[in-house]
């Protein structure tokens, strides 16, 4: 443990934010896992409001710098194929 009163704080600090970035990149799993979910079960309504929120998660880890961008973009991408391919089937 640090003997510096800041470096107690910064410790401190350094554990809050990685409990909240690990629970913000499990909600980000999960909003992806009901999409493919609602995608499997050919619902289409469900599949595109799951795909909405889901996205919502995306952009907001890219700008919390929980997710690189990249990642956001390539995840978002193969969901919408995904939720496309069951219009066209229905």
Not at 71 to 86: D, H, M, P, W
Request: net charge positive.
């Amino acid at each position: 443990m640090a003997n510096i009163k800041s470096q107690k704080k910064r410790a401190l600090t350094n554990v809050k934010k990685n409990l909240a970035n690990t629970a913000e990149k499990s909600r980000l799993k999960t909003s992806i896992k009901k999409v493919l979910k609602a995608v499997e079960a050919k619902d289409h309504e469900q599949a595109v409001a799951r795909y909405k929120e889901c996205c919502s998660l995306l952009d907001k880890a890219v700008v919390d710098h929980i997710k690189h961008k990249n990642y956001a973009a390539r995840q978002k991408s193969r969901l919408a194929k995904a939720v496309a391919s069951i219009k066209e089937a229905a």
